[in-house]
């Protein structure tokens, strides 16, 4: 596609759900980031995938975090048992390569109430 | 531990008034600095990558500056269409990001 597609765009959950957060990265791209954005905050890093290499998981900020690339594209982030802490937008970035820098979605905005 | 601070965290212009976004930073050595636009509601638009020290880029009103301490994002004769939050991010050299915080630009027409 033209862009990188996060889906949902919006997500309401209950207190102890599980929810997954989808991300359609640029065709190409084997470089695929998820940050996390909280009102005020800068981003912060939770997982990165390159290629065929092994995740870089170490952002994840507990074990009920959780993502997964298949095929080397489409990308799912799962929050297990979700918190209040865990309301931000999510989002999803996709690199040809480092220096050209990120393409980012538009986010998904998850609000655990 | 690699740290980026963004300075000032908003920032109040009149069109066509020039100004300069901070970004001050330490990393255990720098792979890139890179500068993103972003607007409410959507994610971050990537504007420049900077390499090393002396480096600087231009995109219209926008010029990236580059030190070894800090990065200016330097806006020249602003119009409102540029207001956005400016977002600065370094890349380490095992390809870890850290973005600041960012600045919230308002340009009043």
């Known amino acids: 596609g033209a862009g990188v597609s996060q889906s949902p765009s919006n997500k309401v959950t209950e207190k102890g759900k599980d929810v997954e957060l989808r991300c359609d990265p640029i065709?190409?791209?084997?470089?695929l980031y998820w940050y996390r954005q909280s009102l005020g905050q800068g981003l912060e890093f939770l997982i990165y995938?390159?290629?065929?290499?092994?995740?870089?998981k170490s952002g994840l900020p507990s074990d009920r975090f959780s993502a997964e690339r298949t095929g080397g594209s489409v990308s799912t982030l799962t929050i297990q048992r979700t918190q209040q802490e865990d309301s931000a937008v999510y989002l999803c970035?996709?690199?040809?390569?480092?220096?050209?820098?990120?393409?980012f979605g538009s986010g998904t905005r998850l609000t655990v109430v | 531990e690699d740290q980026v601070t963004q300075s000032p965290e908003a920032l109040r212009l009149q069109e066509g008034e020039s100004s300069s976004l901070n970004c001050s930073y330490t990393?255990?050595?720098?792979?890139?600095l890179f500068w993103y636009r972003q607007d409410p509601g959507k994610g971050p638009e990537f504007l420049f990558t900077?390499?090393?020290a002396g480096e600087e880029k231009e995109k219209e009103r926008l010029k990236a500056t580059l030190t070894k301490k800090e990065s200016f994002l330097h806006i020249t004769a602003p119009k409102p269409e540029d207001s956005a939050t400016y977002l600065c991010?370094?890349?380490?050299?095992?390809?870890?990001?850290?973005f600041g915080p960012g600045t919230r630009l308002s340009v009043l027409p």
């Open positions: 991010a370094v890349q380490d050299p095992g390809q870890n990001f850290v």
């Open positions: 970035a996709s690199s040809l390569e480092w220096s050209y820098g990120y393409t």
């Open positions: 995938f390159q290629g065929n290499s092994a995740p870089d």
């Open positions: 990393v255990s050595g720098l792979r890139g």
């Open positions: 900077l390499y090393s």
């Open positions: 065709s190409g791209h084997t470089a």
